[in-house]
């Protein structure tokens, strides 16, 4: 069955955490905040958060920084996924992909369903790999982002779940997560 192996050890990762937003500051970002303490209170290590305008070319900067740097292993964002026309974070963020994960949009999409019913419909949310990090794109609700953390990512991100993790596909933990 599914689930958290207490047998095997948990391996805290890198994650960083970036709001695209033309109306948060740092004061008001809940979603990014909320971002940062599930991740925190899971045992993983903030690895940097930023919040940008929704612009391509600052959305696409920050990715890029962070995919660089080797100690960034998983970058969370929230916001521009929407269809209002300052939503722009899958066009700045999908060119630097060269692999998409397709099922985290599905199974995004089946738990989001189950809280907000068909208006999951208006969220691009997609995640993918550029260089060796992943990259999760949420929408910019707090409840998308609690729905994404409590009901998908916080078990994929931990090593101890079975019958796999992400986790064991990050350069440093392929060996011990296999």
Do not use: K
Not at 2 to 23: C, H, K, Q, R
Not at 53 to 59: F, M, Y
Not at 86 to 111: C, K, N, Y
Not at 131 to 151: E, I, K, M, N
């Amino acid at each position: 069955m599914p689930g958290i192996d207490e047998s095997f050890a948990f391996y805290p990762l890198n994650i960083a955490v970036l709001t695209a937003s033309d109306t948060r500051t740092a004061d008001n970002d809940t979603s990014g905040g909320l971002l940062v303490d599930r991740l925190t209170a899971a045992g993983h290590r903030l690895a940097g958060r930023a919040l940008v305008r929704d612009d391509i070319g600052a959305i696409r900067g920050q990715i890029e920084a962070w995919v660089a740097d080797p100690s960034v292993e998983v970058i969370l964002t929230t916001g521009g996924t929407g269809f209002a026309p300052r939503d722009v974070t899958p066009e700045a963020i999908r060119p630097l992909f060269q692999r998409e994960m397709d099922g985290f949009s599905v199974v995004f999409h089946h738990a989001s369903m189950g809280t907000v019913g068909l208006s999951t419909l208006q969220s691009r949310a997609f995640a993918g790999q550029a260089g060796d990090s992943f990259v999760f794109c949420l929408p910019g609700s707090t409840g998308a982002c609690r729905d994404a953390w409590d009901l998908v990512l916080g078990l994929e991100l931990d090593s101890r779940y079975r019958p796999c993790s992400l986790a064991g596909q990050l350069p440093r933990l392929r060996e011990v997560c296999a």
